[in-house]
């Protein structure tokens, strides 16, 4: 099967744990993309990678890290929660490789983070 | 930054009706964006309905359509006659050529009553 898988699901934990949410897309693509959809629903760019360089990085607090081991994969990491950071994050990837695909992007089922 | 404008919050449409979904867009780089529709139903992901990339042309999809008006700057999603299936949370999304992120409005949820 083709597709971007999340894990995991849903995650709750307490303020100041360290979490870390995985991404792998199977679509062969070269970007990947981490959202965040926040309590009102408002969804924005967190970060976008290419071949695993970074390429994309809105202002997002310095406890917020991507990793990405190959273009494949590409896991967030929060090193220290707040309560802010409960949201729903979602992955997505994109072909860039021209054609008329290069800008769709097919996004995971998302992980929702509850921070108590 | 670029920016995007839908109908917020609830969309209450009778089955067999009609339906618009209002989006309205501003893009400050050069050249004219792309614009998209993406679907989250029930327990799904979300996933593009359709998409346009070039200005005057329309896209369609189960029964959706939407037209790349550059004039008005508008992107509105139609739908002759609305099913019960087609409950779910509705975004309008633009990216420019080259783009590395998606902008996205705040979605509207339809709400089918039968």
Same mark, same amino acid.
């Given at each position: ?116 | ?25 501003? *893009? ?9 529709? =993406?679907?989250?139903?029930?327990? !799904? $992901?979300?996933?593009? &309905? ?29 739908? *002759? ?9 509705? =975004?309008?999304?633009?990216?420019? !050529? $080259?783009?590395?992120? &998606? ?12």
């Amino acid at each position: 099967e083709t597709a971007v898988f999340q894990t995991p699901n849903y995650h709750v934990t307490q303020v100041g744990n360290e979490v870390s949410f995985n991404c792998k897309q199977t679509l062969g693509h070269d970007t990947m993309y981490w959202y965040k959809q926040d309590s009102k629903k408002l969804l924005k760019i967190m970060f976008s990678y290419n071949n695993k360089q970074l390429i994309v990085n809105e202002t997002v607090p310095r406890r917020f890290s991507p990793q990405s081991s190959d273009k494949a994969h590409l896991n967030l990491r929060i090193k220290s929660v707040e309560p802010e950071d409960s949201a729903v994050y979602l992955c997505a990837s994109s072909p860039r490789t021209g054609g008329v695909n290069q800008d769709t992007q097919y996004f995971g089922p998302g992980t929702r983070l509850l921070v108590l | 930054g670029d920016s995007v404008t839908q109908t917020e919050g609830q969309v209450t449409v009778s089955e067999s009706k009609s339906l618009i979904i209002n989006c309205t867009y501003s *893009a400050t780089s050069i050249g004219y964006p792309n614009l998209f529709w =993406y679907v989250r139903y029930p327990g !799904e $992901g979300l996933q593009l &309905l359709l998409k346009v990339i070039t200005a005057g042309q329309k896209g369609s999809s189960r029964g959706f359509e939407a037209t790349y008006n550059k004039e008005a700057t508008s992107f509105h999603l139609q739908k *002759a006659s609305v099913q019960e299936s087609d409950s779910a949370v509705y =975004y309008c999304a633009l990216n420019t !050529e $080259g783009a590395d992120r &998606l902008t996205f409005g705040k979605g509207t949820q339809l709400i089918i009553q039968p």
